[in-house]
Each structure stands twice: as structure tokens, then as C-alpha cells.
């Protein structure tokens, strides 16, 4: 039941939100602070969705342009890298965790999932602060999980087995990175953040998956797209 799912998908929210309270987490991975994210050179393998205009403005209004008005020091996505991943295919660190052959085999894991795979919905709600960033969370359903699931059995099927930490791997959510910190937050930024907590954004469905090589923020010049995939 899509219900029964949704429940698993924010009970998960809760308990990882609770994990980030602690001063050591480790269920997942974490990409480190960094002085200059948009011209980072470290690429790895992803597959993900850009956010529509509508879902894009509604974020920028209700939570980056009040939070970048207190604390502009961050990096914030910009409504052209606001994106949520779908499945990772190799982490972004040096050196580098796959070659040509990789990118090709991870397209050929692709291109069997999804070739007959239908759209569905994202509700984008909630927000969560990690050691190093600020992200918005996505709920799906069933389907979202299936595809999934899918492509980690085909990409360690072609040999190119997701490499990424994940909290559980059972049950998914959606991690859309808002911002990422340079420097430790102020008071301010943080009760800012605690006023927002609750935000909604509202429902988008997802269209077209793009596989491509990016880096952290995937900036616009950092990528190189693999393959794109219409959803029915």
C-alpha cells in the first residue's frame, strides 16, 4: 500500500534526524566541507532528476532567500542544479572509482530498467540539517522504491556495483540538498532553520531520469550526461 510505504519513508526521516543529533554519524555517507564546491573537479557516477520552475521558485522563496539573507557565506543550489538523485552509480573522490567501461556498463544497467518505467509522484516536505548541509526531504511510493531496487541488482549484474553508504537499504527517501556550509553555522542560521523545519513544498512528477557524471553541486560544467530517460 502507498500509505504503508510513505509511513516507512518518514519514520526513517525521523530516526536519521535523530541519529544527526549525535556527535558521531556514520550511517551514511558525507561529503566534506569544502571551500569552492561549484568548480570542485571530482566527478563521480549519478542518476538524478532536475526540479521543475514551479517546485524550483517555491524553494528559492521559502527557504533559500531567507536563510542566504542571514548567512550568504554558503553554498546554495541554484535552480538550475536543484536536483534530487535517484540512484548512485561511484562517489565523488579522488581518485577517481571507475573508467570508461564502468560509464558503459552502468548505461547497459540503465537502459534495461527503465526502458518501460512509469512517472510518479515526489511530495517534497520537511527539513534536515546534516553535518555539511542542508537538505529538503521527498516522499514516493512504491514504484519509486522498485526502480531502486532494480538498478542496484542490474549495475552489480554489469559489474559496477553502487559504492555509495546508504542509512537502510530497504526502505527510500528523497535527500534534496538545499545547501552546502563553509563554516560553522551561526544562532541565528539555526533557528532560522528551526522555523522552516516543517516547510511544504508541494507534489512533482518525476519525468525523466538523467545518468551523467557530475560533481558534488553538479554544477553545470562539471557535467557530462550519459543518457536520459523519458518515464511513460
Known amino acids: ?22 556527535d558521531k554519524y556514520n550511517k551514511s555517507t558525507i561529503v566534506e566541507m569544502m571551500d569552492d ?29 531567507p536563510l542566504k539573507q542571514i548567512e550568504p557565506g554558503h ?20 581518485p577517481s572509482q571507475y573508467n570508461l567501461d564502468d560509464i558503459n556498463n552502468a548505461k547497459i544497467a540503465f537502459d534495461k530498467v527503465l526502458k518501460n518505467k512509469k512517472s510518479f509522484i515526489i511530495d517534497i516536505a520537511g527539513l534536515t540539517v546534516f553535518p555539511t548541509s542542508l537538505s529538503i526531504m521527498g516522499y514516493s511510493s512504491k514504484e519509486f522504491h522498485n526502480i531502486v531496487v532494480e538498478l542496484d541488482t542490474a549495475l552489480k549484474e554489469v559489474g559496477v556495483p553502487d559504492n555509495k553508504k546508504y542509512i537502510r537499504d530497504d526502505v527510500f ?16 542560521f539555526i533557528k532560522k532553520v528551526k522555523e522552516l523545519e516543517d516547510v511544504k513544498i508541494g507534489t512533482m512528477e518525476v519525468k525523466k531520469i538523467v545518468l551523467l557524471e557530475c560533481n558534488v553541486v553538479c ?4 557535467r557530462k550526461i550519459i543518457a536520459e530517460y523519458i518515464l511513460k
Open 37 to 65: 564546491y561549484e568548480n570542485d573537479k571530482v566527478v563521480g557516477i549519478t542518476s538524478l532528476v532536475f526540479l521543475p520552475e514551479k517546485i524550483v521558485q517555491k524553494i528559492e522563496e521559502n527557504i533559500i532567500t
Open 1 to 22: 500500500m502507498i500509505n504503508d510505504y510513505l509511513n516507512k519513508q518518514k519514520l526513517l526521516v525521523q530516526e536519521l534526524k535523530k541519529e544527526l543529533t549525535g
Open 75 to 94: 553554498y546554495y543550489f541554484s535552480k538550475d542544479t536543484l536536483h534530487t538523485t535517484i540512484k548512485n552509480v561511484k562517489t565523488i573522490s579522488p
Open 219 to 222: 554544477a553545470q560544467k562539471s
Open 173 to 188: 527517501f528523497h535527500n534534496i540538498s538545499l545547501c552546502r556550509f563553509q563554516k560553522p553555522l551561526s544562532e541565528k
